[in-house]
């Protein structure tokens, strides 16, 4: 029998997760699960999303920027087949962790008028698409790369060490185009990084870093065709597990499970309905 070559982590540490991670091209694939409950437990609906992505180190006058490229995008509803979106693949740009218009550097107007064949989109299906993206950095650049202020992953350095985020209680303002109004946001709670232990990933020792954002909420005011807004009022908690690879720093791999309840009430109705709705994300990458 032929031995096995692996790298030997020592558990007692420390562990260097402080370093940027090395540039090279690598590619992703992340699937996103929703799905909707009514209060009374029954199933309301599924949606089930697609991304793939490729990232692509490049240097720019500026200096070392970080491009990715949507190669694919769909969605499912239900049981029904997968609706791809055109409009999106191929789709490029550069992230930018400071910038904030547009978030992160995604453009967002890319996702205000997209259409299955002759068909506008609901408005659900496109700002979920967007959503997407947001999830996708969170993981793979915010969460999981060194912070030039406050705690983050680079103060990890041995087995149950944690670290609050500085991301924890910020209120972020929640904008897209003309149908998410001015005072909706999404607030989180102390997110907390917590070294749990090593795992492997391709043959490829990781550490094995947990998150949890607590108790989050959100208010959404949102304006449809007719001119009427609806207000949308609740509570998330969402937490996961992230897989860094410890020589290249990179993710090799995340999840994330999110349990959010709210309320929503159209202007001048007295109809208000209120939805649980579970969200279960796997992001996998490869070079």
């Known amino acids: 029998m032929t031995a096995t070559t692996q790298t030997p982590v020592d558990l007692r540490g420390p562990f260097n997760l402080s370093s940027e991670r090395k540039r090279e091209a690598r590619s992703f694939r992340m699937r996103t699960d929703y799905v909707h409950f009514g209060l009374d437990g029954k199933r309301r609906k599924t949606e089930t999303y697609f991304l793939n992505m490729e990232y692509l180190p490049k240097t720019s006058a500026a200096g070392l920027v970080d491009q990715y490229t949507c190669s694919e995008l769909r969605f499912q509803v239900n049981d029904n087949q997968p609706v791809a979106i055109p409009e999106l693949t191929g789709l490029t740009y550069v992230f930018n962790m400071a910038l904030q218009s547009p978030v992160w550097g995604i453009p967002q107007e890319k996702f205000w008028n997209l259409t299955h064949g002759q068909n506008p989109l609901p408005f659900e299906i496109r700002y979920a698409l967007y959503v997407n993206f ?15 202020f406050g705690d983050g992953i680079q103060n990890l350095k041995a087995i149950g060490q944690r670290a609050v985020h500085p991301a924890s209680f910020i209120q ?30 391709d043959n490829a020792p990781c550490a094995l870093v947990t998150y949890d954002a607590g108790e989050s909420t959100l208010r959404m005011i949102t304006q449809g ?6 207000l949308t009022e609740g509570g998330s908690h969402y937490k996961g597990d992230l897989y860094v690879d410890l020589v290249t720093r990179s993710v090799r791999k995340a999840t994330l499970d999110e349990y959010q309840i709210s309320q929503s009430r159209p202007e001048e109705s007295t109809s208000i309905t209120d939805e649980y709705t579970v969200r279960h994300i796997l992001l996998l990458a490869s070079t």
């Open 134 to 148: 947001l999830d996708f950095h969170s993981f793979n650049d915010v969460f999981t790369r060194p912070m030039p």
């Open 172 to 201: 972020a303002p929640v904008g897209f185009g003309s149908e998410v109004q001015q005072g909706s946001f999404f607030k989180n709670g102390e997110i907390s990084l917590e070294l749990k232990g090593v795992s492997s990933i």
């Open 225 to 230: 065709s007719d001119g009427k807004r609806t």
